[in-house]
């Protein structure tokens, strides 16, 4: 069975870059017919797609982020993380790691960690 | 950029019939067989119930329904139980630099 596990601070200041890992098992995250999401879930409020890396390493990035947003992979650890630079109270929000097929379905879910951006 | 747009809640009682849409463009559910729905309970993860509009996964029950018409997709839930009782999102492939859209969350209460 898939299993993604989020990993990460918790809590970041306003202004830093927030960092958050997920570890892959049951899967090798080197598969060419998957790929590896980030969703975020702000408190009270609906899913929003962040980005999506292959394992080529090729990614994809909701524009909505610009250039705040880098997704890579350490196939060593079968484990992909996410980095979103500028952090803002608006990203206080439950991080999602998950699993996408070639058809950009969304079907294994990590457990979600709660990241806070507060002083 | 927008969102798929469902609405915000539904209430049925138990034994009854809900059906949840989910309205987009010719970009995402109405140009793609590419449409999923997931449930989500408080403080859970999401849970995938139907994807490629119509098909379910392993393990899911049959009271759960899935298909478009249009841009516009639908879930139906039959029989409804207490335990249906959750948030409901759609999701789409995009035919744009958004490519991954998911929908504004329908809240279903069992009364």
């Known amino acids: 069975q898939v299993r993604l596990q989020e990993s990460g601070p918790g809590l970041v200041k306003p202004s830093e870059t927030l960092s958050l890992f997920c570890t892959v098992s049951g899967a090798s995250i080197t598969s060419e017919t998957y790929s590896w999401a980030w969703i975020r879930q702000p408190p009270g409020k609906g899913l929003e797609w962040i980005g999506t890396i292959n394992s080529d390493g090729s990614t994809f990035y909701n524009p909505s982020f610009k250039s705040r947003v880098t997704l890579s992979v350490d196939t060593s650890r079968n484990h992909f993380s996410l980095n979103l630079t500028s952090g803002t109270v608006a990203d206080t929000a439950v991080y999602f790691c998950?699993?996408?097929?070639?058809?950009?379905?969304?079907?294994?879910w990590g457990q979600g960690a709660f990241l806070t951006v507060s002083s | 950029q927008s969102p798929l747009a469902q609405p915000a809640s539904l209430s049925g009682s138990p034994g009854q019939s809900i059906n949840i849409s989910c309205a987009g463009t010719t970009s995402d559910i109405g140009g793609y067989n590419f449409v999923s729905w997931f449930q989500q309970h408080p403080g859970k993860a999401p849970k995938l119930l139907i994807f490629?509009?119509?098909s379910r996964p392993s393990g899911i029950s049959n009271r759960f329904s899935g298909s478009k018409s249009a841009s516009t997709a639908y879930l139906v839930i039959s029989n409804l139980q207490a335990e249906d009782e959750a948030d409901y999102y759609c999701s789409s492939f995009r035919a744009s630099s958004t490519r991954c859209v998911f929908g504004t969350g329908t809240m279903v209460a069992v009364l």
């Open positions: 998950a699993r996408q097929t070639l058809q950009w379905l969304t079907d294994f």
């Open positions: 490629d509009v119509s």
